[in-house]
């Protein structure tokens, strides 16, 4: 099992470019299978879980094309119908995702269930009820077996604003007869790019980036190109590290305008980068002080649905806690598993106290030291790779597969910035 060692402590400055955004990636890939014309993909990042899911496909007849580093064409023309294959699905959490289009493109659909992060519970009821709403019928045996005759326009609820749930149900919604319309859609901005790369393929979404989506549905979809928008997970964790570690790190290409609230929350630890258009720069030699709530009271960093602070940025945050001055309540609303892997953290000499699944409090700033560790998610794991970097001594990281799922190229980026990492294959 590959692994990275890790001598911390260095000094980290220079600039970084992120990837395409992986929540992006996935669901925009599956819209292939709407059209029998070539799609498109620019900012592609190549990372575990975006092959595994172009492998899925391409088992099910898709022509795949990486056209260069970052650009992917997919062909859906030859695509024919076929259980997709189980030990794929298996490894990602995104094969859900394949039960719209599949519905859409073949009216039925028999998934396994998706694997991907261990970290809760992970209920898919909102897409089964959406599906259901829609004209679809489904049943649980080992796998998901599901048919819809006529796709319907209708009104539908979800039952909470998930974000491959809403992904799913625009992917079958934009071939409905008549008008769908989800309430209490997701609008991260992953959604908001599918919405974007399905009207330019021919759907007629409106209220993009709302939780009211209008979806008046078309018989045919064509093809297009798209550019997946940047990461703002590892713009997240960038900004995080590069506050932490000494020097001055710059992230170039961002999208200032989809950060607002991450960038606020951010700021409660101290983390406040300089925004020159689209880069982002932090000054690591600045000390993190963590901010009070008015009165002098211990402050509380929550995740939630967008707009609110990101699930997915709720460890790097937690790192970055462990070198500010003060003390937090971290409030992880969403995922009853993500919090485990802070039990690390303190072995390394942060002083977090696991208040229960949902809850830890940090008390800032711990030195911290190295350890030999295992990286459980991939958002886990990056925070590990964090912690090693300001660590005292060499870190050994196991199972970094986890980490490359989602953060592409991690190991030279971090070189570039002065990171001492080794990969051991
Ligand atoms: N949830 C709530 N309240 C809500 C909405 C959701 O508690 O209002 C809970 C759900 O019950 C569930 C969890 O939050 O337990 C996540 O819900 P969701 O269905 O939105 O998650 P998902 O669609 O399975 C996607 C991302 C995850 C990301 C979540 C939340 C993809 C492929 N996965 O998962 O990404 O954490 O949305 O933003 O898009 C990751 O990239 O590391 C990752 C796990």
């Known amino acids: 099992m590959a692994k990275f060692h890790i001598e911390g402590g260095h000094k980290l400055s220079g600039t970084v470019t992120p990837s395409g955004n992986k929540n992006e990636a996935l669901p925009t890939l599956m819209a292939c299978l709407l059209t029998d014309d070539p799609v498109t993909y620019r900012r592609m990042p190549k990372i575990g879980d975006v092959v595994t899911t172009c492998d899925v496909l391409a088992d099910l007849g898709v022509d795949v094309t990486w056209q260069a580093d970052d650009v992917l064409t997919l062909c859906a023309r030859n695509a024919k119908y076929k259980k997709p294959n189980p030990d794929l699905c298996a490894k990602i959490r995104a094969s859900i995702l394949l039960l719209g289009p599949m519905l859409a493109r073949f009216g039925r659909v028999e998934l396994a269930l998706p694997g991907g992060d261990v970290i809760g519970a992970r209920r898919i009821d909102t897409h089964w009820e959406g599906i ?62 599918l919405c974007n790369l399905l009207n330019a393929m021919g759907a007629k979404i409106s209220g993009i980036g709302s939780n009211r989506l209008v979806i008046e549905g078309v018989k045919t979809l064509k093809g297009a190109t798209h550019t997946i928008g940047p990461d703002f997970m590892e713009v997240g964790s960038f900004l995080c590290l590069g506050s932490m570690a000494g020097g001055k790190v710059t992230i170039k290409d961002t999208r200032p305008e989809d950060m607002g609230f991450v960038l606020k929350t951010l700021a409660r630890l101290g983390i406040v980068p300089t925004i020159d258009g689209l880069h982002m720069t932090v000054d690591g030699s600045k000390p993190l002080v963590m901010k009070k709530d008015i009165g002098g009271r211990i402050g509380t960093i929550y995740s939630g649905p967008w707009p609110a602070y990101p699930t997915d940025l709720m460890s790097v945050a937690i790192v970055a806690a462990t070198q500010s001055l003060g003390t937090t309540i971290f409030f992880e609303k969403m995922f009853e598993g993500r919090m485990f892997f802070t039990d690390k953290l303190m072995q390394m000499g942060a002083n977090i106290v696991l208040c229960d699944p949902h809850r830890i409090v940090v008390n800032g700033a711990s030195k911290l030291f190295a350890a030999r560790m295992s990286s459980p998610d991939v958002r886990a794991g990056m925070s590990l790779i964090m912690a090693a970097l300001v660590a005292e001594g060499t870190s050994v990281i196991d199972n970094i597969y986890q980490v490359e799922r989602g953060y592409f190229n991690i190991e030279n980026k971090l070189k570039q910035l002065g990171a001492k990492i080794t990969r051991e294959d």
């Open 132 to 193: 259901e709403a829609l004209g679809g019928t489904l049943k649980l045996n080992q796998s998901i077996v599901g048919e819809i005759k006529t796709i319907k326009g209708t009104d539908v609820y979800l039952d909470e604003p998930s974000v491959t749930g809403t992904e799913n149900l625009l992917l079958l919604a934009v071939k409905c007869q008549g008008t769908a319309i989800l309430h209490n859609a997701a609008c991260e901005p992953h959604v908001v790019g």
